[in-house]
């Protein structure tokens, strides 16, 4: 049964600390994505990855960290350096990287709190 | 500046009505438009989309319209089913750019009322 696994579904850290989100696809999709959700926002594109050791800022991704050393795999690091942490964080992917032919299939997300 | 609006967070149905979710863009570029609906604690599913070249666009129950004078779409549900409550996104971008353009909006909580 293909998807996407976003682990763990819920995270605490204390302020200071970093913390990686794990991002795994089995859909055989070449780009991934992280977004940020937060309330009374729309989402927000943190990194994005179209191709294997490749990935692309978003619009919001000052105090991440991302990498793509594998296909199936886009772990997001949210570093101290971010100053609002707290959020419901997405991974997602997609055949290719035009959203025309290639709705965006996302995991279930993690719900990170840094206190 | 939020490119995408939808102007109402929440929206309360009576089951078997129509339930109507509006959305309204500032960007005249944007071409292509999708709607994605959410449950709680769970990632965003696509739910239909439609082109500019296009007013319509039906799937089973779930019917959207775009007029691209006043910048607006709206997902029509009928009937509307317990199972529709949920968060409703609508999204746009222009079309042949990437997936990393999708622009989101706010969110619609649809609640339907058995």
């Known amino acids: 049964d293909g998807g996407i696994t976003q682990s763990p579904k819920y995270l605490f850290r204390k302020e200071g600390q970093n913390v990686t989100l794990s991002c795994e696809q089995n859909?055989?999709?070449?780009?991934m994505y992280w977004y940020r959700q937060d309330p009374g926002q729309g989402l927000r594109l943190i990194y994005y990855?179209?191709?294997?050791?490749?990935?692309q800022k978003g619009d919001i991704a000052e105090g991440y960290s991302v990498s793509r050393e594998k296909k199936e795999s886009f772990p997001l690091t949210v570093t101290s350096a971010q100053k609002n942490p707290t959020a419901f964080y997405l991974c997602?992917?997609?055949?290719?990287?035009?959203?025309?032919?290639?709705?965006?299939?996302f995991g279930n997300g993690t719900r990170l709190t840094v206190t | 500046d939020q490119q995408v609006k939808q102007n109402s967070p929440s929206l309360s149905v009576q089951e078997g009505r129509i339930s109507i979710l509006n959305c309204d863009y500032t960007?005249?570029?944007?071409?292509?438009f999708l709607w994605y609906k959410k449950y709680p604690a769970e990632g965003p599913t696509f739910l239909i989309s439609?082109?500019?070249?296009?007013d319509k666009n039906e799937d089973g129950r779930f019917t959207v319209f775009l007029n691209k004078s006043a910048k607006h779409l709206s997902l029509h549900i009928v009937p509307s089913q317990p199972g529709d409550s949920a968060v409703y996104f609508c999204?746009?971008?222009?079309?042949?750019?990437?997936?990393?353009?999708?622009?989101f909006g706010t969110g619609t909580r649809l609640t339907i009322i058995p």
């Open positions: 997602a992917s997609s055949i290719f990287g035009d959203a025309n032919n290639s709705p965006l299939h």
């Open positions: 999204a746009a971008f222009i079309s042949n750019f990437g997936n990393e353009k999708l622009t």
């Open positions: 439609i082109s500019s070249i296009k």
């Open positions: 859909l055989n999709h070449d780009a």
């Open positions: 960007n005249s570029m944007f071409d292509y």
């Open positions: 990855s179209q191709i294997v050791n490749d990935f």
